[in-house]
């Protein structure tokens, strides 16, 4: 209970700071504020074949959006993208490991082709969970290796914990075990709260969509392209990349199901079995995360005995992105070494 007072407060200071925020943005700029790009098409890099191939499939009672590569009779390895993002995030993993694996990247709940639920409660991580769940069977698999960032991540490791079955290796990237995140916070780290405090404004029905929308969804680009939060590597994501970003993203109702993970994260948490996790972990962490402090990824030795975790540093939160050439390696090591 304690914890959710604190979540309601923390959003009406930080949402009352983004209204006085949005609204000097808009009365100092209001034509170019609220004019956005029409975008008929997709960019071309969505287009590339390269890439894979795009399939549908059903699960959990929801139609499923992917990006799928390699053959059909290799072990799968299933990727969960985080946010704002969707399959495209995983490009430099999809091309890398295709060739031992069958990748699937795909686009998770409510984002990008993926169906888009309408209820807020529709995106609790129990919920998300289940999707993974149903989708490795769906898909025709009994197990995966399952790779995961951000959100994703936070959705792996319920599945790792709650269906360890399902899941042969689990690689987690710059997200934090719910336990380490929650103990960090609860223990006074007014920093990572400061760190989080997009997450409470994201508690506010509509602002949060609509100031993402501001000066042709500037917010994206500042995401990925920005002195604060943005990549290090241009030459990994350069800055024309944004606009396969901005082409999803500002779709009629696309940001809303994104942010709703957000509005369920606090009033219905997942509830993780306490004992330590069994299935062998990697988790990446880019020690330049603007959103997640790099202290907890060292405190993941309590979440199991086969967690390895790796830093990359002068590397965004965006790491699969970032620095893709040593999180590839990484992956790779430890897919063989724990094989």
């Known amino acids: 209970m304690a914890a959710i007072v604190l979540c309601f ?118 919920i998300l969970r289940k999707d993974i769940v149903d989708l490795v069977p769906a898909l025709g698999y009994k197990t995966c290796i399952l790779v ?63 100031v993402i929308g501001l000066h042709d969804y500037q917010a994206l680009y500042d995401c990925f392209q920005g002195k604060k939060m943005g990549v290090h590597n241009k030459a990994s994501f350069p800055p024309s990349l944004v606009e396969a970003y901005k082409y999803v993203f500002s779709k009629p109702g696309a940001l809303t199901g994104p942010i709703n993970y957000y509005r369920c994260m606090f009033t219905q948490p997942s509830k993780l079995p306490s004992g330590p996790l069994m299935v062998p972990t990697l988790l990446i962490w880019g020690d330049d995360d603007a959103a997640l402090d790099k202290k907890m990824a060292d405190m993941h030795t309590s979440v199991g005995t086969n967690v390895v975790v790796k830093h990359i540093p002068n590397c965004s939160h965006w790491v699969q992105q970032d620095a893709a050439d040593t999180v590839n390696q990484y992956m790779r090591e430890f897919l063989e070494e724990s094989g």
Request: glycine fraction near 6%; charge should be positive.
């Open 9 to 126: 407060v923390l959003t009406g200071i930080f949402g009352s700071l983004t209204v006085l925020h949005t609204v000097a943005r808009i009365i100092w700029s209001p034509w170019r504020a609220l004019t956005k790009q029409r975008r008929d098409a997709p960019p071309s890099c969505l287009l590339d074949p390269s890439l894979g191939t795009h399939n549908y499939v059903t699960a959990n009672g929801l139609k499923f959006h992917y990006v799928s590569s390699g053959d059909k009779t290799k072990p799968l390895m299933l990727f969960l993208h985080g946010f704002p993002e969707f399959w495209f995030s995983w490009r430099h993993q999809i091309k890398e490991f295709s060739k031992d694996y069958h990748v699937v990247a795909i686009d998770m709940r409510g984002y990008n082709e993926t169906e888009r639920p309408t209820k807020r409660s529709d995106y609790a991580v129990d």
């Open 148 to 210: 995961a960032h951000d959100w994703g991540g936070a959705v792996a490791w319920a599945v790792a914990a709650k269906n360890p079955e399902l899941v042969e290796k689990l690689i987690v990237m710059n997200c934090p075990h719910p336990r380490i995140f929650r103990k960090f916070v609860n223990g006074g780290s007014i920093g990572q709260i400061l760190k989080s405090n997009y997450m409470f404004t994201f508690q506010l029905p509509w602002l949060p969509e609509f």
